[in-house]
C-alpha cells in the first residue's frame, strides 16, 4: 500500500518522471478559459437582462430569444460552430489575400468566448430575476433624496441586483468551470485533456483521472468558500426571516 502510495505520488509530483508541472499548467488554462468566459457572460447577462426587463417590445423578443436558444442547444455544439464557423470565415478573409488551406480559430479565444456566450444566457436570467426582486421602496427612496442616472444605479440598484444575484452566479461559475472541459476539442489542453494524455501515454487512466477529480472538486470547494464569503459580505444588515 506504501509503495502504491509513493508510486502515485512520483507519477503526479514534479521529479523528472512526474506530471506534476503538465497538470498544474493544464490547471491554470482551466481556470483562465473559465474566468475569462464567466466576465464575458456577466457582460452578455448583463445587456440580455436589461434587454428583457425593459419596456421595449422588440428588445424583450430578442433577449427571449438569446436565451431561449443558448439554454436550449448543447453546449459542445455552440463550441463547434464557433470553432468552424470561424475558421471558415478566416480562411475566406485569408483566401482573398492568397492563402490556402485550412485556417483554425485560436482555442483559447474560441473556447472563452463559446462559453461566455452560453453562460452568458444563464446569468441573464439570474440578473433578471434579481432585478425583480429588489424592492421598489428602496430605489423609490433613493430617488425622493435626488438621486438620479449613474449615482443610483452605482449605490443602490447594482449592489442590491449582486446581493440577490450571488447564489444563482456562483452556481453559474461551477457550471461554467466544468463547461470548460468541452474546450479541449479545439485542441486546449486543459485539465481534463492533460489527463487524458497521461492517460494514454503511461497507461494509467485511473491514477490521472483521480488527480483531475479531486482538482476539481479542490477548485470547487475553494469557489464555494469565496461566494460564502461575498453572500455574508452582501447581507451585512439584513436581518434574515425566521425559518
Known amino acids: 500500500m506504501t509503495e502504491a502510495v509513493a508510486d502515485y505520488l512520483t507519477l503526479v509530483g514534479f521529479g523528472p518522471t512526474g506530471w506534476?508541472?503538465?497538470?498544474?499548467?493544464?490547471?491554470?488554462?482551466?481556470?483562465?478559459?473559465?474566468?475569462t468566459g464567466f466576465v464575458l457572460g456577466i457582460a452578455i447577462g448583463v445587456a440580455v437582462a436589461a434587454a428583457k426587463c425593459s419596456g421595449s417590445t422588440p428588445l424583450r423578443l430578442a433577449g427571449d430569444a438569446y436565451t431561449t436558444v443558448l439554454r436550449g442547444v448543447p453546449d459542445l455544439l455552440v463550441i463547434y460552430l464557433f470553432y468552424f464557423g470561424g475558421s471558415?470565415?478566416?480562411?475566406?478573409?485569408?483566401?482573398?489575400f492568397g492563402a490556402e488551406g485550412f485556417v483554425g480559430m485560436p482555442a483559447f479565444a474560441t473556447g472563452a468566448a463559446a462559453i461566455g456566450v452560453v453562460s452568458g444566457a444563464y446569468q441573464a436570467e439570474v440578473l433578471r430575476g434579481a432585478w425583480y426582486a429588489v424592492s421598489r421602496g428602496e430605489i423609490e427612496a433613493a430617488r425622493s433624496v435626488g438621486m438620479r442616472g449613474a449615482t443610483l444605479l452605482r449605490r443602490i440598484v447594482a449592489p442590491l441586483v449582486l446581493r440577490h444575484a450571488l447564489p444563482g452566479l456562483g452556481n453559474t461559475w461551477q457550471l461554467v468551470l466544468k463547461e470548460s472541459a468541452l474546450v479541449s476539442v479545439t485542441g486546449l489542453v486543459e485539465l481534463l485533456r492533460q489527463a487524458q494524455v497521461g492517460a494514454g501515454s503511461t497507461r494509467r487512466p485511473f491514477e490521472f483521472y483521480v488527480t483531475a477529480l479531486?482538482?476539481?472538486?479542490?477548485?470547487?470547494?475553494?469557489s464555494s468558500r469565496l461566494t460564502?464569503?461575498?453572500?455574508?459580505?452582501?447581507m451585512r444588515g439584513v436581518r434574515r426571516a425566521a425559518p
Open 214 to 222: 479531486a482538482i476539481y472538486l479542490a477548485i470547487t470547494w475553494v
Open 88 to 96: 471558415a470565415a478566416l480562411g475566406a478573409i485569408g483566401g482573398l
Open 228 to 234: 460564502g464569503r461575498l453572500e455574508r459580505r452582501a
Open 20 to 35: 506534476g508541472a503538465a497538470l498544474l499548467a493544464a490547471t491554470a488554462t482551466t481556470l483562465a478559459v473559465a474566468a
